[in-house]
């Protein structure tokens, strides 16, 4: 076994080789390798004595789970009827000219953000909303969007440092 199974190779052996416990240990090896590599899949399904489908079946059913490399930082921006009728569409054709994303393309090169377009947040009060890393930013104008991934691209250049 590859060092690259090791982090998955350790939740499973947390998790008692249990399939019944499936979720939690997709969500820990998600957490672990930012999404859920094909190969670490195949891998779980074969420690957990089940079929690739039924693995592949769970992660791909579930919002939650990425199957594609997912970046360090999170951007999701609401396109809600509330946050769209305040600009979102505004705020995602703008975080994507900051992040210099391409037309279908949502991770950055340097796999530092990923763009995610939801349909709700559930802060409709707070339109349009835009979320960084879990922390929720309200009332985002085109140019508060720029000054957040600012902030972030500084503190990923400190932390190089």
């Not at 947390?14 to 399939?19: A, Q």
């Amino acid at each position: 076994m590859t060092e690259h199974f090791t982090p998955a190779a350790n939740i499973l052996k947390e998790y008692d080789y249990d399939p019944s416990k499936l979720i939690p240990i997709l969500q820990k090896v998600q957490d672990a390798y930012r999404y859920l590599p094909e190969d670490i899949m195949r891998f779980i399904a074969d420690e957990l004595e089940i079929s690739p489908a039924k693995v592949f079946g769970v992660a791909t059913f579930f919002a939650h789970f990425a199957i594609t490399p997912k970046g360090k930082h999170i951007v999701k921006v609401c396109n809600g009827t509330a946050c769209h009728v305040k600009g979102s569409s505004f705020l995602i054709n703008t975080v994507k000219d900051k992040l210099k994303l391409k037309e279908g393309q949502d991770t950055t090169e340097d796999m530092l953000f990923t763009l995610e377009c939801v349909s709700c947040l559930g802060a409709c009060g707070l339109a349009p909303v835009m979320v960084i890393d879990d922390v929720v930013h309200g009332q985002v104008t085109p140019a508060k969007a720029v000054e957040l991934l600012d902030a972030v691209i500084k503190q990923e250049a400190q932390n190089a440092k």
